[in-house]
């Protein structure tokens, strides 16, 4: 019993930290690349003329989290859902972002199991999150911004239209 105790303590302080500066660092890139907290619920896609466009699907907004969905717009053969798909939190408040899975229908109980060790969570969420960090890099590096972003059916750039007022519940 002591053994179970002692362990976690000597191993998660340093990555717990790791993994709130990578909640910190998804939050300012997808704030600085999309502002999804600045957007109303819909589907957002953002093309680069690369053949990799992005769709962002702003699922929920309240008073200090966003809930959001981010894939590219191709079609994973094996599954049928456009892959690679993130779902993500924000909280505004704490200004911290959170990939909370990322596979389609695929919760931590689906990959981990119904009962995980804390180290295997936190492990599985240090890569879910580490992947998020180096995504939204790439993603901005190629030239995604709100410059490229456009709602569904539109084709005036979200960065052009005037600002939306979003009532928080």
């Not at 962002?56 to 590219?72: A, G, S």
């Amino acid at each position: 019993m002591t053994y179970v105790a002692e362990r976690p303590l000597k191993l998660l302080p340093g990555r717990f930290a790791y993994l709130m500066g990578l909640y910190a660092e998804n939050y300012q890139r997808l704030a600085r690349i999309f502002s999804p907290q600045r957007l109303s619920p819909g589907t957002y896609f953002s093309s680069i003329e690369d053949g990799l466009d992005i769709r962002l699907d702003l699922i929920e907004q309240h008073r200090y989290t966003v809930e959001l969905r981010l894939n590219y717009c191709f079609i994973d053969s094996a599954t049928g859902e456009l892959s690679p798909s993130a779902w993500l939190r924000m909280y505004q408040d704490a200004h911290l972002a959170e990939a909370t899975h990322c596979h389609p229908g695929r919760h931590l109980i689906d990959v981990l199991g119904p009962y995980p060790a804390a180290h295997t969570v936190l492990q599985h969420r240090l890569r879910m999150n580490a992947f998020l960090t180096r995504w939204l890099e790439y993603l901005a590096e190629q030239g995604h911004s709100m410059a490229t972003l456009r709602r569904a059916g539109s084709d005036t750039p979200i960065a052009l239209l005037p600002p939306i007022d979003v009532t928080v519940r």
